[in-house]
């Protein structure tokens, strides 16, 4: 069995700081299953971290 976790949207920003572009991939199988980076939870992260940044005046 295959369990997965999101990791905190603020810990995610922490680790892509020093990066000027990323990407942002995600698995058609277990994670989807698990809610945790299927092409729904992709477009979340992709957002999410797009109103962070505007919200911190990076944008």
Excluded: F, W
């Amino acid at each position: 069995m295959i369990i997965a976790e999101q990791k905190p949207l603020e810990e995610i920003r922490q680790m892509i700081t020093p990066y000027q572009r990323i990407l942002i991939l995600g698995c058609g199988t277990c994670m989807t299953v698990c809610d945790a980076g299927g092409e729904r939870e992709v477009s979340y992260l992709h957002n999410a971290l797009r109103v962070a940044q505007a919200r911190s005046g990076n944008g």
